[in-house]
């Protein structure tokens, strides 16, 4: 079974640039959600989309951080510009309807940000 | 507000221990609760998951745990670790109403000595 696939697995970026994470979901997931991961902070919602339509922007992350759901098998997270302090590992799931609770998870891209 | 709060960082065990990993919800009503694993470079997987019936819920790997209504707590357990349990465990809620973004705990690390 395919699951989540997340590309670049890595990504190292100069202060300022801007970079595009990818996802591509569980075929036939309807739920897409963004997370950044960090030793201090855990796991920080992003983003949360249902059948393609935004549901949660991750209030404090609106201005340099922007999802989209293209389709419902592609999704990207952009950041621009960047920010040192971006540094983090980014984790896509899906999950196939808000009544199968079980989340997918990619691998993750690790951002590094110079 | 509700929130997921696992009070340990960090646990360290002898191989062959029992194991308790602490989590605590604050949440309104009835919750789904979940046990997430991360092992290193990979991402999330589900362990098990909780919503009605019986309050002893068993997962992967021989590891369980108890919902308790009274202490708003869903801690995981097992009776002997392995090395191989070393990873970031993570306890998680699904909203409700609605919403059902899942929220999670900021993890423990449990590093397992042979």
């Known amino acids: 079974d395919a699951g989540v696939t997340q590309t670049p697995r890595h990504e190292v970026a100069e202060k300022g640039q801007t970079i595009i994470l990818k996802c591509e979901p569980v075929?036939?997931?309807?739920?897409l959600f963004w997370y950044r991961q960090t030793k201090i902070q855990g796991l920080e919602l992003l983003s949360y989309?249902?059948?393609?339509?935004?549901?949660?922007d991750g209030g404090a992350f609106k201005d340099r951080f922007k999802a989209e759901m293209l389709n419902s098998s592609f999704s990207t997270l952009k950041i621009q510009p960047t920010e040192p302090k971006d540094s983090a590992v980014y984790l896509c799931?899906?999950?196939?309807?808000?009544?199968?609770?079980?989340?997918?998870f990619g691998h993750g891209t690790k951002l590094s940000v110079l | 507000a509700q929130s997921v709060t696992q009070p340990d960082a960090r646990v360290t065990v002898s191989e062959g221990a029992s194991l308790q990993l602490r989590c605590k919800y604050s949440y309104s009503a009835t919750p789904y609760l979940f046990w997430y694993v991360q092992y290193p470079r990979q991402g999330l997987q589900l362990l098990l998951k909780y919503y009605s019936g019986d309050p002893v819920v068993q997962g992967v790997n021989s590891f369980e745990a108890e919902f308790s209504k009274s202490n708003s707590s869903f801690h995981l357990q097992k009776a002997s670790v392995h090395w191989s349990d070393s990873a970031v465990y993570f306890c998680?809620?699904?909203w409700g109403g609605g919403n059902y973004k899942p929220t999670f705990g900021k993890g423990t690390s449990l590093v397992v000595h042979p």
């Open positions: 075929s036939g997931h309807n739920d």
């Open positions: 998680a809620l699904r």
């Open positions: 989309f249902r059948s393609k339509s935004l549901m949660e």
């Open positions: 799931a899906s999950r196939l309807t808000d009544s199968n609770e079980r989340l997918f």
